[in-house]
Structure formats: structure tokens, C-alpha cells
């Protein structure tokens, strides 16, 4: 298992590292992957905090097939995941019609590489936020609400505070995926050098005739992908302690 990144690690040409994450091709690529990490964030912790609480407090007939739903992406090939996107909201989508009408179009967007990698990390934060709200012991949640406190004071200043490592966690798994994302954005976004083509997709555009860019490219995303375990292992991922109010 160590013999490829040892390899990734001993070829890459570490003397014109700096010289090479310089060239546009590669800041372009670092951009857009940033630009879609980041807005495929926002969308899990605006869709995934609400509705992994809907899942792990709310009674409702069919939740564990929702559940099962939400969870699809992180078992579907991804670039199955980009021909669904594509099926819904491309030009012959259900919803194509509808948004060109708007004066939308998505497919081949920077918005596409947005909506791609929510697709595929938004399981990573529901499921991580889920067990941490099962877990939670309710009764600092009712002693909040015996003082006074709205069910939405409550969630901000209670559950969340309590959860936060789960929170933590669970946005950093999701950023990460999304920043890795390949599949999906391929076959729903494409690879427009400045527009959709990500660091993965950078990597393998460019990988015969710029080995150097690639192996420069891929050692930022082994960088990235392994502070983001090693953090996640020594800190937030730890034995949660009983929270004690003072």
C-alpha cells in the first residue's frame, strides 16, 4: 500500500516544485479545485446538518430508505453519479428545459464542478453528523428548552456546540472528497482548462505531455488528503469525553 506514494514521493521533481505550481495551467486547476471544494462545502453543511437531523430525531415513514439514498453517492461509481446529474439537469434533463428557459445552464459550468463534488461528499457529512446527533444525550437539549430556550436557540447554542467535533470532522471528510473528485465532474462538468478541469482532472489531461505539472499536482492533493487524516486522527476523530455544564 505505501509503494505507490513512495514512488509518487521519490519521482516528483522536488528541485522545480515551486517553479511548476506556478505555471497557469496548474494555478487554474488549483482555482477551480478550490472554487468547487469550497462551494460543494457550503452546500453539505446548508443540506446535509438539517437533514442528518431530520434522520436522527424525526419519526417518519420510509427514513431508512431516505437514509439509504442519501447514502447511494459514496457507493456509486462516480461517473454513474455525473450521467444522473447530467439526466437531470443537462439540456434533455428532467429539469434541463425548465432552467434554460430561466436562462440557466449548468452542465460544463464551473457551477457543474460545484454541484459534482456536493453530489459525491454529501453522504461523508450527513452520515458523520447523524451518529453524532443519535449520540447526544437529549437531556441538555431539555434542560435548554425548561429554561426558556426556542427549539432553534437550542439548536444553535446546544446541539451544534456539542457536535461540533462531529461538525468538524464531517466538513473536512466532505471538503476533502470533493476536492479528489474526479468521475462525476468529468462526465457532467468536462475539463475546461480555467473553467471545470479540477487538479484530478489536471492530472490526467496533462499527465503524457507534463509529467512534471502532473507528479507537482499530485503531491499537493497527497499533502492535502494526509494532513486531512492526520488531523482528523489525533484531534477530532479522538474518544469524545462527557460534556459537563458548569
Same mark, same amino acid.
Given at each position: 500500500?505505501?509503494? /505507490?506514494?513512495?514512488?509518487?514521493?521519490?519521482?516528483?521533481?522536488?528541485? $522545480?516544485?515551486?517553479? *511548476?505550481?506556478?505555471?497557469?495551467?496548474?494555478?487554474?486547476?488549483?482555482?477551480?479545485?478550490?472554487?468547487?471544494?469550497?462551494?460543494?462545502?457550503?452546500?453539505?453543511?446548508?443540506?446535509?446538518?438539517?437533514?442528518?437531523?431530520?434522520?436522527?430525531?424525526?419519526?417518519?415513514?420510509?427514513?431508512?430508505?431516505?437514509?439509504?439514498?442519501?447514502?447511494?453517492?459514496?457507493?456509486?461509481? /462516480?461517473?454513474?453519479?455525473?450521467?444522473?446529474?447530467?439526466?437531470?439537469?443537462?439540456?434533455?434533463?428532467?429539469?434541463?428545459?425548465?432552467?434554460?428557459?430561466?436562462?440557466? *445552464?449548468?452542465?460544463?459550468?464551473?457551477?457543474?464542478?460545484?454541484?459534482?463534488?456536493?453530489?459525491?461528499?454529501?453522504?461523508?457529512?450527513?452520515?458523520?453528523?447523524?451518529?453524532?446527533?443519535?449520540?447526544? $444525550?437529549?437531556?441538555?437539549?431539555?434542560?435548554?428548552?425548561?429554561?426558556?430556550?426556542? /427549539?432553534?436557540?437550542?439548536?444553535?447554542?446546544?446541539?451544534?456546540?456539542?457536535?461540533?467535533?462531529?461538525?468538524?470532522?464531517?466538513?473536512?471528510?466532505?471538503?476533502?472528497?470533493?476536492?479528489?473528485?474526479?468521475?462525476?465532474?468529468?462526465?457532467?462538468?468536462?475539463?475546461?482548462?480555467?473553467?471545470?478541469?479540477?487538479?484530478?482532472?489536471?492530472?490526467?489531461?496533462?499527465?503524457?505531455?507534463?509529467?512534471?505539472?502532473?507528479? *507537482?499536482?499530485?503531491?499537493?492533493?497527497?499533502?492535502?488528503?494526509?494532513?486531512?487524516?492526520? *488531523?482528523?486522527?489525533?484531534?477530532?476523530?479522538?474518544?469524545?469525553?462527557?460534556?459537563?455544564?458548569?
Amino acid at each position: 500500500m505505501l509503494l /505507490p506514494l513512495v514512488g509518487l514521493v521519490i519521482r516528483a521533481p522536488w528541485g $522545480d516544485m515551486v517553479s *511548476t505550481l506556478r505555471q497557469s495551467l496548474v494555478l487554474e486547476a488549483l482555482g477551480v479545485s478550490l472554487i468547487a471544494s469550497t462551494g460543494a462545502l457550503a452546500i453539505c453543511l446548508v443540506v446535509g446538518v438539517p437533514l442528518a437531523w431530520v434522520l436522527a430525531r424525526v419519526e417518519f415513514p420510509g427514513r431508512a430508505l431516505v437514509r439509504s439514498l442519501v447514502l447511494v453517492p459514496m457507493v456509486l461509481p /462516480p461517473v454513474v453519479g455525473g450521467v444522473a446529474l447530467l439526466l437531470a439537469f443537462g439540456p434533455r434533463g428532467l429539469f434541463g428545459g425548465a432552467l434554460e428557459l430561466l436562462g440557466v *445552464t449548468l452542465p460544463f459550468t464551473t457551477a457543474a464542478t460545484v454541484m459534482a463534488a456536493a453530489f459525491v461528499s454529501l453522504p461523508f457529512l450527513v452520515l458523520t453528523v447523524e451518529a453524532a446527533f443519535v449520540a447526544l $444525550d437529549e437531556q441538555y437539549e431539555d434542560v435548554a428548552e425548561t429554561l426558556g430556550g426556542s /427549539p432553534w436557540h437550542v439548536f444553535r447554542t446546544v446541539t451544534l456546540p456539542l457536535c461540533r467535533p462531529a461538525l468538524l470532522s464531517g466538513a473536512t471528510l466532505a471538503w476533502a472528497r470533493a476536492l479528489g473528485e474526479f468521475g462525476a465532474t468529468i462526465t457532467f462538468a468536462g475539463s475546461i482548462a480555467g473553467v471545470t478541469q479540477t487538479m484530478p482532472l489536471a492530472v490526467y489531461e496533462i499527465l503524457p505531455t507534463n509529467p512534471d505539472g502532473a507528479l *507537482t499536482i499530485s503531491i499537493v492533493l497527497l499533502v492535502i488528503s494526509a494532513t486531512v487524516i492526520v *488531523t482528523l486522527r489525533s484531534h477530532w476523530l479522538s474518544p469524545l469525553r462527557n460534556p459537563t455544564i458548569s
